[in-house]
Each structure stands twice: as C-alpha cells, then as structure tokens.
C-alpha cells in the first residue's frame, strides 16, 4: 500500500524540558529525517522551554519566535518578521513533564506495535506515531500556519478525517470521543451547531460536561492538538515583544524578565471562545497553576489582559473525529495497561506487561509487604519530616548510587526480587550505600545513553527475529531491517547472522532466501551507487564457493562466499557485484529444489525405432489467462502455485514442434530454425568437449544439447568418449531438430513448450515413453540443467490439451498436478470467435523481470506477497468463470491478471503497448500481454465475434505502434501430439 500524500513541514520544533537534553532530542529528529519519517527539507529544531513544567502557552510562544527567526535568516533577513509565516507549515511538538515509566518523556515511550510500511524497522515510539498521524492524517489539505501537538497522549485517528479547510481562518482545535465519566477528571469543549467553540471547561460539573454532549453520546474532549491559521499566529507572534508576555520567550528571560506560567488551552485559547466574558477571563487562572499568590495572580491577570486585546476577533472552532481515539498518559500504572497489550489492527509486539495492581505498589507488592519481605522501613525511604500523602514511589531513596567500599551494580537493586536468597548482606550494603529517589535521579539521567541501549537492544532482539522468519518461513520482509542496520552503521551483525541461517538450513529455500538478503544488505550499503543490482554473476574469483553449493556442500559454500565477500566491500561497485554473485548463489539452490521435479519424471521401454526413422513432436502455443508467475521458483514450492492456461493454434497451425531419428554415425547433429533443412543452424558435435556449453543458454544449440544430456542419452561426465557412448548403446547417433513459428520473445511460451517438444521426440527415438505430467516436471530440469529457470505454466499449457488449471503445493519436492477445466457446450467455438492475438512488434524481454521478481519476493516486500496470493486466488476464480461460460467475467479476470502483472514487475509495459491497449478499450471485454509482459503477443477478448479485421483498422489508424500484426487463435484440443511418419524414415 503506497503512502498517501503528506505534509512537507517547512519547521519542526520539538520542545524539551531539559537544557542538556536539546542536543539528545535533535539527534532523534534527524534519525527520523535520515528514515523518511519527516520531509527531507524540514528545518528541524529541538529547543528548550523555559517554562514547560506549567503548561504549553509559553512553550508555544517561544517555539513559533525561534521558528519565525530560523526562517527569517535563511530568507536574509536580520530582524523576525512575520511574513516568513505566509508560506510556512510549522509543526510545534511539546515533549511535556517528566514521565515515571520513561526515563525520556512521553514522546519516546516505546509502544507496542510495528510499523510494516516504514522503509526501516525501528522502535516505535508514541513521537513516530504522532508525526505519522500529523503528517498523513490531520495535516493533508491544511492552509500555511502553524499546528501544535502534545506528546504526553496517545492518539488514533482514522486515514480520512475529512477536515474541511475552505475560507478557514482563526485557529482550530481536534476533539476526540471521551466518556462523560472520564471527562470530569478532564478538559472538554462546548460547541455550537456550526463547531464554533463557546467554552473551555476543565473538571467541569455533570451539568456542564452534559450540555458538551454530542449525538453519539460522547463528548469531545481536549486533545492537546491545535491548528493556528497565519493570521492568529502573527498575532500570537507579535506579543512576544511585549511584556509580560515576552517572558514567554528566551528573549525575555535572556533579558531578565520574571517568567509567566502561560496555558495554551486556558490561556490563549479560552480567550477566543465565544461564551467566554473579558471579565470571567481577566480573574481565572489556568489548573496547572493551582494555588499562587497575589503578585502571581496580578501579573498572569496582565498577560491574559493582551491575550484578549491581540486573539478575542479570531474565531475558534473545534473538529470532531468520531472514529478517533484519546488517551491522556498519566504517570499512574493504571494507564500501562492502555498500551502494553496490544489491541489495535497496527499492534504486533508487547515490550512489557502489566498486571492491575492497588495504586502506590513497588514490585508488585504495597509498600508494608515489601518492608516486611525486604527488612526496609519507611526510615530507609523517607525522612520523618515528609507527610504521609508524598510518601510514594517517585519520592523514595530507593536507588543506590554509592558505596563507600565497593562498586554497585544491578545486584544491588535486584536483590530486592528475593530477598532471602541473598541474605542479609544485600540489605546492609544496600543501607550503608549514598540512595537517590526516582525524582532526585531524573535530572541526572544521560538520555543520549538510554537511547543508545534501547537501540543496541532493539537490534540484538532483530537479528533474532530476523532468524526467525527465515528458518519458520515466515512471509514478513526483512529490507525494512536490513535499511535499518546499514543506515546504523552496523550491518556485520546482521550479515553473520544470514551466513548463519543459510549455513544450518536443512530446505534450500531458507537457505536461498538468507542469501537473497545477503545480496539486499550488499546492495543496500551501496547506497544507490555502483550500477543497477541485475547483472551477471559468475565471475572467476566467485567459482569457488559456488562449486561448493553445487557439490551440496551449503555450510562450506557459505563460508567461502563470506569470505570472498570481505574482498568486496570497499566500494559501491564492488558491493553491487558481490550481490549479483550472492543471487547467483541462491539460483543454485533453487536449481537443487526445482530439481526435486526429477522424482516425477517416469520412462517405460517401446520398441526402439529404425535407424532413420524420424519422431515428429508437434505442439501449440500456450495463452496464460490467470496466475503467471505464481509456477515460477520459488514462489512455486514456497507460495504454492495455481495457473489457468490455453493451448492454442496460431492462424491454423501449430507452431512449436521437433522431430528426431537415429543416424548411423555416432555424432549429434543438431538442427535449430525452420523445418526446411536449408533454413535451419546446423550443428555437429563429435565429442564431449563440444557438449560443455549446454548450461550456458545464449551458446548455439544449449537447448538441445541440454535435452540429450536430460534424455539420460548422453552422461556429460563420463570418462567414456561420446562415440562410444552412443555406438555401445545405440549402435549409432542421433539427429535432433527444432523449430518454432513464432518470433523470439512471444511471450507465448515457446522456449519451454520446444524443450518439452525436443524431450518427447528424442525420448521416443531412443525407445523411451514418457507420459505427458513426467514431460511436464522432465521440462523444469532440463530448464535448470540449462540454467534459464523458470516455472512449469508454459509446458503445462502447450504440452496438455485445451483449458487447464496446473497446481504446486507449497512443498518439496516440486510436483505439478494438472486439472482440464469443462466448459459449457459450445463455449471453446465462442471463445475462438472472440479471442485474438496481436503482435506488438516489441521482443520481450523477461530475464531482468524475472530477477527483480525473484527479488521482490525474497525480501518478501509486503505489496508482492499480498500480490502473489491474489494470483493464485484469482486463478481458481478465471477456472470457475471458464466452467459456467461467462465471457464478460472472463474479459475482467484479464484485465485485473494485467494488473497483476504489473504490480509484479513494475516496467513490463512498453509505452506503445499502453497506446495499443488504451485504442482497443472500447473493443473489447479485456486484454493482457501475453507471459511476463515487455513485449511480444497481446491477447484480447473481444465484446463482438470475429473482429480481426475490426481490430486491424483501428490498430492501423494509430500513431507510434510500429510493425504490428494480428492473427487468429483457435483452443487446441489434442496439446502434444507424437508421430512416426513412415515417408521420412530415410538417412
């Protein structure tokens, strides 16, 4: 699923509580640049905030003043002005008090769920979950101004709240659904019928939380997340030059003047709503002041007496998401129940648990059972002065930092879990050591060294989960990780632990897919540099190790292609490289699996024909309908595959065929063209030597030389020489020839269908029957022996005869089962009426698609899997459509396979084959290139019979398609058909 359209945040500010952790909190916020998660532009800016443990409204302001003077300096201005605002969007996030269940605030409180989109695994902390939803949720559509978003609560918002931003201005603010319960114990507004706010009420009375009730029974509770139009905020920008307003600010401070304790929704906010008198203002105070004096009172009675002069004509109106969630972070253990278990659609992981336990507990335990369990009284914790409601868990000298004899370590705090297993020594270390309370702890905390723990942490539990999913075959993908760790700098890790996946599995496939991540962390540290990652891979220096792999020595194989991998690292060229030589190496391990087919493959003895007697295959095309690229390895044993496929006749004739015979001198002659002789790339091999390049698939005649070896009618490692080969078994040797009508690259399946063709007729010469299924999996070894790969769709669908639907179980070996799909009487004559095939006159080229699929898959990229599932589902969907007859229907499987396609390879479709496409639209009831796509053979189901030439005309008629052509096709009834004419029998 593709990320929707964001915010690009001109500024974002986040503001800390403490001096020495600005520099901390900066970092994380380019961490988060660096992963995507914030608009590469953004200006970012961790401040501090003079006055954050009162409230926001000063944070706010100060905020939005180094905001406006970072723009202003990078627009070459030497003064703030406000006009940098105009074209601004401003993200202003409070990091808020100190949290008892994070030494780094509520903003980086680690919550339990995964983020599968992200382009890099990472801890997910309620920060990243609030710039997701400011970004792709509140802030899409929004008007220049500046947003300001607490971090001290957690927040669900559905993907389209649907705010309406026409002719906004003033400032708004987002409300969630609360309880009327929960809101006597917080802030929630009162609106009229046009959403403008009218009251502000904080621990309101039942009578005033009843009159903010809305029609779903809720009542919209204060959020902490605010939008200021630019307007109000030049307003709100203008006072921080006057006092007492520019208090606020580090200007005024940095001038000496006494701070103010400013509330953003008691404060600035309140002052806009529009049931709200200048008097009852003027005398009220915000709650998290409490009780103050009078001098207090008389200089907040002055800021708020500005507030109202410079904010009262802006209006103030309120959004409500229904669908939405909030929940306030208290700093009671009541609330770790809201987000240690997951619950929601997004929540994938629990970091810790929490049991409901009475308030004011430690170690699970009230205080008077863990001073009768431990042997520690209240005397320990407390001084006697400290009244009884402020002796709690924050304020107990719990914590030893120094002893005057020896070092302390956790020992000297776990202890406390058993007590008498330690005896009384712990206890009396633990006395006579220098003890800190939580709160006297929190100022001194090194942030920057949590954080770094908590990451070490993270990845020492990912390279675990990475093995995981590996070796239990799990569809999740690792690039997300594997982004992750290149872009920390520590990839050798998580490389020893892929060598160590691949080097103990017992299944080629976990084995293939941890070199396939190999490759992904070598391509990845790349940085999009050093070429494009297909390429070829059989370079000298990497033989060693394949030979390994290829002698079934995986353990061994891994450990030589490690160590040649260190020689490859020292530059982007040589890392894409060394990751084309590592898929290599897993298409050696593929070829073993696939090669499991040859189980299937069974021969029974016929009588062996007369020298010269020739064995004539002849086969047609095969059009793929539905499920391509599910039969392909490994998808095929690891997925499961399911493809519905044609046979087919192309204008009249079966176009795919071999012939072979015995001949008397023990040589091969092979034959590859047309089936006249004089047309034909004649080749003659008369020793071993000359067989060798038969894996090597562009060298002249690899297909057939393949097929002998395959036909079990030539050992290529034998000692004995070819002649004697074959003049001890067959008295002689052998003439093969193949042939095909259609151009190269048709996309019709002919390579496989030929190599099925050519295994028939050489069988047969050389007095063997193979049945059609043993043809079918005797095909996809010789495609490995021949080391193009590939699936079993094309074999299936020009070697068996009509409408078929060909199955693999996701499972070794590899078996191919097929199942000829009935149709309604009369329907084959109606399909051939309506379906055509049109030359694109574009060659297709599948072997870099096939890589980038194979790719795709192995990293298991979340858009591919769900891709590949869809294929084999619709698969079985196209089987039925065929069996009721439903043209149409069939027309939109079609069309969605394309798509499929697609997705599945993105680049298969030519422009002037999308030009073709979009002209034929209104013609027909759909349309898909044939095979992987790229080129070669279109097929279409027209809506009317017998449109050849209809199709012709308005292909002609268009610009830029080059030579095209458009031929009938006609479902082939018979599939492979094996004859011995009597007239040919001559040498």
Same mark, same amino acid.
């Given at each position: 699923m593709e990320q929707p359209q964001g915010v690009d945040w001109t500024v974002l500010v986040l503001t800390c509580q403490y001096k020495d952790s600005v520099q901390v909190f900066q970092k994380e916020l380019e961490v988060r640049q660096k992963r995507q998660q914030i608009p590469a532009g953004t200006l970012l800016l961790a401040v501090e905030d003079p006055e954050m443990r009162v409230g926001s409204g000063g944070a706010t302001l100060n905020a939005l003043l180094v905001a406006a003077e970072h723009l202003s300096a990078r627009a070459g201005f030497t003064v703030v002005t406000a006009d940098v605002l105009h074209s601004a969007w401003i993200l202003i996030l409070h990091m808020g008090r100190d949290f008892p269940f994070d030494d780094c605030g509520r903003a980086f409180t680690c919550l339990p769920v995964e983020s599968p989109q992200a382009p890099e695994e990472a801890l997910v902390c309620n920060l990243d979950c609030l710039l997701d939803i400011m970004t792709y949720r509140l802030g899409p559509g929004c008007p220049p101004g500046v947003w300001v978003c607490s971090t001290d609560m957690l927040l669900s918002v559905p993907g389209n709240p649907e705010i309406c931003w026409d002719s906004f201005r003033g400032a708004r603010v987002i409300a969630f659904p609360g309880s009327p319960a929960y809101a006597l114990d917080h802030g929630v507004y009162l609106t009229d019928s046009q959403d403008f706010v009218l009251d502000i009420y904080y621990q309101g009375t039942e009578a005033e939380i009843q009159r903010c009730v809305k029609p779903d029974g809720q009542v919209p509770l204060v959020s902490g997340v605010v939008f200021f139009s630019v307007e109000t905020a030049e307003r709100l920008l203008a006072t921080h030059v006057s006092p007492p307003l520019d208090a606020c600010t580090y200007m005024g401070l940095d001038s000496g003047a006494r701070p103010v304790q400013l509330s953003l929704f008691f404060d600035i906010l309140l002052c806009m709503a529009r049931n709200v008198s200048r008097e009852d203002f003027l005398v009220g105070r915000p709650p998290e002041m409490g009780q103050s004096d009078a001098a207090v009172a008389a200089y907040l009675q002055g800021a708020r007496a500005q507030l109202w002069r410079e904010l009262r004509d802006q209006p103030l109106t309120m959004t409500y998401v229904p669908e939405g969630s909030y929940?306030?972070?208290?700093?009671?253990?009541?609330?770790?129940?809201?987000?240690? %278990?997951?619950?929601?659609?997004? !929540?994938?992981?629990?970091?810790?648990?929490?049991?409901?336990?009475?308030?004011?507990?430690? %170690?699970?335990?009230?205080?008077? #059972?863990?001073?009768?369990?431990?042997?520690?009284?209240?005397?320990? %914790?407390? #001084?006697?002065?400290?009244?009884? !409601?402020?002796?709690? %868990?924050?304020s107990a000298r719990l914590f030893p930092v120094l002893h005057p004899s020896r070092a302390l370590g956790p020992q000297d705090m776990l202890w406390m879990l058993d007590p008498k297993e330690h005896g009384g020594e712990t206890l009396r270390t633990w006395r006579a050591s220098w003890r800190l309370s939580w709160e006297q702890l929190q100022p001194c905390l090194d942030r920057a060294a949590t954080l770094v723990s908590r990451r070490n942490l993270f990845f020492c539990q990912a390279l675990r989960k990475a093995q995981h999913v590996l070796e239990a075959r799990q569809d999740l993908s690792l690039r997300p990780l594997i982004q992750a760790a290149v872009r920390e700098g520590c990839p050798g890790p998580l490389l020893a632990t892929l060598d160590q996946v691949a080097a103990g599995a017992r299944d080629p496939g976990v084995a293939a897919r941890a070199l396939a991540c190999v490759a992904d962390v070598l391509g990845c540290m790349a940085e999009g540099q050093g070429g494009l990652r297909s390429g070829p891979a059989a370079n000298p220096e990497w033989m060693r190790p394949f030979s390994y792999l290829e002698c079934g020595d995986l353990a061994g194989g891994v450990e030589a292609l490690a160590q040649e991998r260190d020689k490859w690292l020292s530059r982007p060229a040589l890392l894409v490289r060394a990751a084309r030589h590592y898929e290599g190496a897993g298409q050696i391990l593929i070829r073993q699996a696939v090669m499991t087919a040859q189980h299937f493959v069974s021969k029974k003895p016929v009588e062996l024909p007369a020298p010269g007697q020739w064995v004539v295959a002849e086969c047609p095309a095969r059009v793929d309908f539905s499920g391509g690229w599910s039969d392909t390895p490994p998808l095929a044993y690891e997925l499961g595959g399911a493809v519905l496929g044609l046979a087919v006749r192309v204008d009249g004739r079966r176009p795919i065929g071999a012939r072979a015979r015995r001949i008397l001198e023990p040589e091969l002659r092979l034959a590859v063209g047309s089936q006249q002789d004089e047309m034909a790339m004649k080749i003659v091999c008369r020793s071993l030597d000359e067989l060798q390049d038969y894996c090597q698939p562009h060298a002249p005649g690899a297909l057939l030389k393949a097929a002998f070896i395959c036909a079990g009618i030539v050992h290529i490692r034998s000692e004995l020489p070819l002649r004697e080969q074959l003049l001890r078994t067959f008295g002689g040797g052998f003439e093969l020839h193949t042939w095909s009508e259609l151009p190269h690259g048709s996309g019709l399946g002919t390579s496989s269908i030929l190599a099925g063709a050519a295994l028939a007729a050489l069988q047969r010469a050389a007095g063997q029957a193979v049945g059609t299924e043993a043809l079918i999996h005797a095909v996809l070894h010789l495609e490995q022996v021949l080391t193009t790969g590939g699936g079993w769709q094309d074999q299936v669908g020009g070697l068996m005869p009509g409408i078929k639907v060909g199955r693999s179980k996701a499972q070794l070996p590899l078996k191919v089962e097929v199942e000829e799909i009935t149709v309604p009487e009369g329907f084959v004559q109606k399909l051939n009426d309506h379906l055509l095939l049109v030359y694109t006159g574009k060659t297709r080229l599948a072997r870099n698609l096939l890589q980038d699929v194979l790719r795709s898959w192995y990293a298991r990229l979340p858009a591919v899997v769900q891709n590949a599932r869809s294929l084999v589902r619709q698969a079985e969907e196209c089987a039925e459509a065929f069996r009721q007859g439903m043209l149409p229907l069939l027309g939109q499987y079609l069309t969605s396979y394309w798509e499929q396609k697609k997705r599945m390879a993105p680049g298969c479709e030519p422009l002037a084959v999308r030009r073709m496409m979009d002209v034929l639209v209104p013609y027909v009831h759909g349309q898909s290139l044939a095979g992987a796509g790229g080129g070669g053979f279109l097929y279409l189901l027209t809506k009317e019979p017998r449109q050849k030439d209809a199709v012709e005309a308005v292909l002609a008629k268009t610009e830029g398609l080059g030579n095209f052509s458009v031929h009938l096709v006609e479902v082939d009834s018979q599939g492979l058909r094996l004859t011995l004419p009597q007239s040919e029998a001559s040498l």
């Open positions: 929940t306030y972070m208290t700093s009671t253990s009541e609330f770790l129940l809201n987000f240690t %278990l997951p619950s929601g659609p997004g !929540a994938k992981i629990i970091h810790s648990q929490v049991e409901r336990q009475r308030p004011d507990t430690y %170690l699970n335990m009230s205080w008077s #059972d863990f001073f009768k369990k431990t042997g520690i009284r209240e005397w320990d %914790l407390w #001084d006697p002065d400290t009244p009884p !409601a402020e002796r709690c %868990l924050p």
